[in-house]
């Protein structure tokens, strides 16, 4: 039986988003924006308690929990153009990742927490990176003219499912993480977007955009033909498969 009743987390007199569980469910962790100075904090869902886990600052665009809890990756302008870094979930100093020209975002720990991909955007368009998570050298996993970003890690870790501008339109593509193959699972005339693994690895959902409509599609990750889902005249903003891959959640403005 689902609980609907809502409860209310947070009463701060800022702004909140990015709003994400922690790996076991016992905590949020969510940006928090007050003034124009944003902040990463953490709460304790059972107890109430709230922590302050990097201090406010210049502007936060994203975060994600690592594997077992114990860290939170984040991208920032502090200082710096945006860069990307990783800080304790029980808060400290910061450790900065990489030292790579550019703007870079959206930092996404693999399953197996070993590393962190991150969207990096120079002049010649947007390319897929990663960092060893306990720190190390970058390495660069596209290197296109195109635009290319929305990474999501294959449950395994060993493929990054993505969204390229490569053909001519965003469309969904799948990076082999260790040979660097890459492979074109559509090829349409329409933008593609936000590819989610299903939790056995064997398909993706995907939102597709086409002559005013968006529709919630799924793929075989190894290729194959698309099955349409559902289309709305209304944007479909994100979606998520159930642990048990037999459903799908979306957040719509139908």
Known sequence: EVDESITQLTSGGGD???VQFSPDGKYIAY???????QSIMKKNLATGEETQVLEKGGAIYSIDWSPDGSKIAYSTARGTPPCIYVV???????????????????????????????VNISASGGDLWMVPAEGGNPVQLTDSEADEGDQAWSPDSKKIAYSSKE??????????????EKKQ???????EGLPQWSPDGNRLAYVAMKDGETALMTIPAEGGTATPLCQFEKSIMGHSWSPQGDRIAFLSDK
């Open 31 to 37: 940006i928090y924006d007050e003034a124009g100075q």
């Open 16 to 18: 909140e988003r990015n």
């Open 88 to 118: 304790s979930s029980a808060g400290g100093d910061p450790q900065k990742m990489i030292d790579v020209s550019g703007l870079n975002y959206y930092p996404q720990w693999s399953p197996d927490g070993k590393m962190i991909a991150f």
């Open 167 to 180: 053909g001519g339109y965003f469309n969904t593509w799948v990076l082999n993480v260790e040979t660097r």
């Open 185 to 191: 699972l559509t090829n349409n005339p329409y933008a």
